[in-house]
């Protein structure tokens, strides 16, 4: 009978099931996009080492099982290219990748296709979320983080610890404008109704709009456009699970990259203070709750200089 250490397994990456001598190995995916050159290895685990499935997680990543505990060295001698692939370019510190994952913390960072592929998308998500992942992986800590390029949220980021949602700050050239209406018709039909015609040229209603740069997609002259500097909105502490489920609410609106990084990894810090070391784990929205928004803000936003134009929720009631 083996004698396992079910919490060096764990933090390896490989996960205790419910079939006898078996185990499963979790293979991140940051920002959900893969070459196709990491295939082969991947398939190699699992046709000779596991029961010749991969599992997609619903965070993006690979599950694959069906592999005896026994081979977990040489599982982690394979996975090795797929980190030098996926997580050392984009330099995130793992000190061995022939050792495997050093953590199972910090789950991967999910991401929409974003504007290297979709017209809505307002960044690209991929790049962003290898930029985090580089920022706190790997750590212990549970944290999820979902980027999605815009508010149709495709990501689900609305349900992470947080979301990051692109914002297109639409800029309007009236020059170009030939009062077709198109993005005034499609803003009151698909978004939130926040453009009108006046005299001939469109006015925005900036209280309501959302910013999903939907009129920039819709407008056939180019009369909207997206700016080059790119802002956010951060939605956070939304969570699934057995206990008190709920959707993510507004941190910031019209934070910048730099800032979103900087936030989460002093979170970090602030679980470090507050979290119930007597659990197993506990996830950060809990902690939140327990000691109340404020106190989040308080550390989150430590030595931070936010854009100008950032908005932050003086509350946040969930």
Same mark, same amino acid.
């Given at each position: ?58 965070? $993006?990543?690979? =599950? ?6 026994? !081979? ?18 984009? =330099? ?38 290898? =930029? ?6 790997? !750590?212990? !800590? ?15 980021? $609305?349900? $992470? ?9 639409? $800029? ?110 506990? !996830? ?35």
């Amino acid at each position: 009978m083996l004698d396992l250490n079910t919490k060096k397994i764990k933090k390896n990456a490989f996960r205790i099931t419910k079939l006898r001598d078996k185990t499963s190995i979790r293979v991140r995916i940051p920002g959900g996009q893969i070459p196709a050159e990491i295939i082969p290895s991947l398939n190699k685990i699992a046709t000779e080492y596991g029961d010749g499935f991969l599992h997609i997680t619903s965070r $993006q990543g690979f =599950e694959i099982t069906g592999i005896d505990f026994e !081979h977990m060295d040489r599982i982690n001698e394979l996975i090795a290219p797929v980190i030098k692939t996926l997580e050392i370019p984009y =330099e995130v510190e793992i000190e061995d990748p022939e050792r495997g994952y050093p953590s199972s913390g910090t789950r991967n960072i999910i991401a929409c296709i974003g504007n290297r592929i979709c017209p809505y998308a307002n960044y690209n998500t991929t790049e962003f979320a290898r =930029e985090i992942e580089a920022a706190i992986f790997p !750590h212990d !800590h549970h944290f999820k983080v979902g980027a999605t390029g815009c508010p149709n949220d495709c990501a689900k980021v $609305q349900l $992470q610890d947080f979301g990051i949602i692109g914002m297109a700050g639409v $800029q309007y050239d009236p020059y170009y404008c030939v009062g077709c209406e198109a993005c005034v018709k499609n803003c009151k039909k698909r978004v939130v109704d926040a453009l009108k015609m006046v005299d001939g040229k469109v006015v925005r209603n900036e209280e309501i709009c959302i910013e999903c740069g939907e009129c920039v997609v819709t407008c056939p002259m180019q009369a909207w456009t997206r700016k080059e500097e790119k802002r956010f909105k951060l939605v956070i502490m939304g969570r699934t699970g057995k206990k008190d489920p709920r959707l993510a609410k507004t941190f910031i609106e019209f934070v910048d990259q730099d800032s979103i990084v900087k936030i989460i990894k002093n979170t970090y810090d602030y679980v470090d203070e507050y979290i119930d070391t007597s659990l197993p784990k506990e !996830h950060i929205g809990y902690i939140v709750d327990r000691t109340g928004y404020q106190e989040f803000k308080k550390w989150a936003l430590k030595d931070i200089n936010l854009p100008e134009e950032a908005i932050v929720a003086e509350h946040i009631n969930w």
